[in-house]
């Protein structure tokens, strides 16, 4: 039978399994391959192959080949664990992003060392490299091959009755799983076990607290190396302990997933705005603002109660249900509802910086990252059909510009229609090839995320990749050809005739706090110059120098430049130590020398000394780097 293995057509002998076929191709494919998928099924090395098509053989590079292994390493655990403590009993153990865990039963809470244990057993396992083989049983049997295992049985009984009941078995242990595995625990080079949590079976707090362990697997020491050295940078940078440590914003008790801006942070967060607001004003945006709370009509309309109702904070007021607006969208739609609009209108750029809230369970909430209050920085357009392609492409050059500034490179991701639509698949079909193609003429690249559109349209995802690799989804552009009708929206065509619009969602930070939270972590707290909310430090020597300190500091400040002064009693080498700390880009130093010659030492933080400068030389200094926001 004919396959096409890798990009190359190959005549294959039926029942001959992946790992065969990637040995006949290279050493190197047959020694790094993890997976395979035979026409686009993802299936283990050691399956037989029995049908033509094609076969792709993948390794650790490949997301498959990644979760292959990780859920192989998942296996492991559970049997390390069961040499280690036989009574525990089995849950779940899926592959993650970045690793694998396991949930167990058992009747005291596992330690650090029980973990260090299970690391060393799991080693061993590894090394002994037993072969991992599938096998597929009848209910009854599967049953009783489970009999110990009343999660595992749950599981099967659960299973449609026609299901195929698949299990893995590797040397002394063995599990319920759909797989697929690596053909032998060997190919796991490294594992590192990271933690221990509590969590509920099926995620219900109706359920039994089990005990997780969290873990990764990679095919590299270096490479596993290398990602706990993320780790470990990703918690330095950690910004709610930046946040604190820089008096940016805070979280309290009396107000859990709604943040606390700090003068600091209020300065780097309307720096953000004024940034936004320049961005939009050149693109042609106009800005509005929209009421807090509405009526529970209007979001009956735009669907939002019916799709969204468990997020929303909702009051009664004179005895009408009112919510807290969740989004903007349905103010920009009243707002376009107040005037008529001809074709020559359009598109009509809404921007909006709306202060939006979402009722966010308490376990899901993460500093900046999650929170139940953000202002979400909005943008609602409203356009014709064939202005589709030429705004979709406008506002990916705005997105591009705006993530440059911040030297944040991106992916796009279109994501599909959901199961939980409104609107017709023809209407989705349409919406979808228009952002697609839009994407495509501009030369971008896209991966597709099925089934993970808004309920009202598909859309566009733009991953940004932060300085440690970290990718977030910010930016987004939504195709919308249901909320218009639903509120019966209009513009008069060249005919004369009323059409109805498209409308376009649109995000660039995605929210402001989540944004902060994301650069902050980025930069590790030390902000270029223009974002920074202390952007220079005056620091003297001597108490003598204090007047040419002020002096500076106002000419400074006249000039917009953000200026603290200290003129504490304390050595010079302190002062430099804490601004440093603080990530001030620039401390300037007064002595009696300095104040003398007019001029002041200058020393950068990334740089070090940059010598002494005059005021002059200074501000233009300052003003380029600010102007031209350099990095």
């Known amino acids: 039978m004919k396959l096409v293995v890798n990009g190359v057509e190959m005549e294959v002998e039926a029942g001959k399994n992946a790992l065969d076929l990637a040995g006949e191709i290279s050493k190197e494919l047959k020694k790094e391959a993890l997976a395979?998928?035979?026409?686009?099924e993802v299936i283990s090395l050691v399956t037989p192959i029995n049908e033509e098509g094609t076969l792709e053989i993948v390794g650790f590079e490949d997301e498959d080949g990644r979760r292959t292994l990780r859920h192989t390493a998942s296996h492991v655990l559970a049997q390390a664990v069961k040499h280690l403590k036989p009574e525990a009993?089995?849950?779940?153990?899926?592959?993650?992003?970045n690793g694998f865990y396991y949930d167990f039963d058992v009747d005291e809470p596992f330690t650090p060392e029980f973990l260090a244990a299970v690391e060393k057993e799991m080693q061993k396992i590894i090394k002994k490299n037993d072969r991992v083989e599938r096998f597929e049983l009848p209910r009854a049997e599967a049953l009783e091959l489970m009999k110990d295992e009343?999660?595992?049985?749950?599981?099967?009984?659960?299973?449609?009755?026609?299901?195929?009941?698949?299990?893995?078995?590797?040397?002394?242990?063995?599990?319920?799983?759909?797989g697929p595995h690596l053909p032998s625990t060997g190919r796991i080079k490294a594992v590192k076990l990271m933690s221990i949590a509590g969590a509920y079976w099926r995620g219900s707090e109706k359920n039994k607290m089990l005990q997780r362990i969290y873990g990764t697997a990679f095919t590299d020491?270096?490479?596993?190396?290398?990602?706990?050295?993320?780790i470990e940078e990703a918690k330095k940078r950690d910004h709610r302990k930046l946040g604190r440590e820089l008096n940016l914003f805070a979280f309290r008790d009396e107000a859990p997933g709604f943040p606390f801006y700090l003068p600091k942070g209020m300065i780097l967060k309307n720096t953000l705005i004024d940034f936004w607001r320049d961005v939009h004003r050149k693109w042609d945006y106009v800005e509005i603002s929209t009421p807090q709370i509405m009526r529970r009509t209007l979001w009956e309309t735009s669907g939002h109660w019916d799709h969204y109702k468990q997020n929303m904070y909702t009051t009664v007021i004179d005895g009408e249900d009112f919510a807290i607006k969740p989004m903007n969208c349905p103010g920009s739609i009243l707002t376009y509802e107040m005037d008529t609009h001809s074709y020559r209108d359009l598109p009509l750029r809404y921007g909006e910086l709306g202060l939006v809230h979402r009722h966010e369970l308490s376990g899901a909430l993460h500093g900046m990252f999650r929170v139940r209050c953000f202002t979400q920085d909005d943008a609602h357009i409203f356009l014709t059909q064939d202005q589709?392609?030429?705004?979709?492409?406008?506002?990916?050059?705005?997105?591009?510009?705006?993530?440059?500034?911040?030297?944040?490179?991106?992916?796009?991701e279109l994501s599909t229609m959901p199961e939980d639509h409104i609107g017709s698949v023809e209407d989705w079909d349409v919406a979808t090839e228009a952002l697609a193609s839009a994407i495509k003429s501009i030369g971008k690249t896209y991966e597709v995320n099925e089934g993970d559109g808004a309920f009202y349209g598909p859309k566009l995802d733009f991953h940004i990749q932060d300085s440690l690799g970290r990718t977030w989804q910010c930016g987004t552009i939504q195709l919308d050809y249901q909320l218009p009708g639903r509120f019966d929206l209009t513009y008069v065509g060249a005919d004369g005739s009323k059409h109805c619009p498209v409308m376009i969602h649109r995000v660039v930070f995605g929210s402001i706090e989540r944004f902060i939270g994301i650069i902050t972590e980025h930069f590790a707290g030390a902000f270029p110059l223009w974002l920074a909310p202390v952007q220079v430090k005056i620091m003297t020597i001597v108490d003598r120098a204090d007047d040419a300190a002020k002096a500076l500091r106002d000419r400074l400040e006249k000039a917009g430049i953000r200026t603290e002064m200290d003129l504490r009693n304390e050595k010079i080498g302190f002062k430099i130590r804490e601004a440093q700390m603080m990530k001030v880009p620039y401390m300037l130093v007064l002595g009696d020398k300095e104040a003398e010659a007019g001029v002041v030492a200058v020393r950068s933080r990334r740089d070090g000394d940059l010598g002494t400068m005059t005021p002059d030389?200074?501000?233009?200094?300052?003003?380029?780097?600010?102007?031209?926001?350099?990095?």
Do not use: W
């Open 36 to 40: 395979a998928r035979l026409n686009g």
């Open 89 to 97: 009993k089995l849950a779940i153990g899926p592959a993650i992003e």
């Open 388 to 412: 589709i392609t030429d705004e979709v492409v406008r506002i990916a050059r705005l997105f591009d510009e705006v993530y440059s500034i911040f030297g944040l490179p991106y992916k796009i």
């Open 221 to 230: 020491k270096a490479e596993l190396q290398a990602y706990l050295d993320r």
């Open 150 to 178: 009343p999660y595992k049985q749950e599981l099967i009984n659960d299973l449609p009755e026609d299901a195929t009941l698949s299990f893995y078995r590797q040397g002394d242990f063995t599990d319920l799983c759909a």
């Open 617 to 631: 030389a200074l501000l233009e200094k300052l003003r380029e780097e600010i102007e031209s926001k350099a990095l």
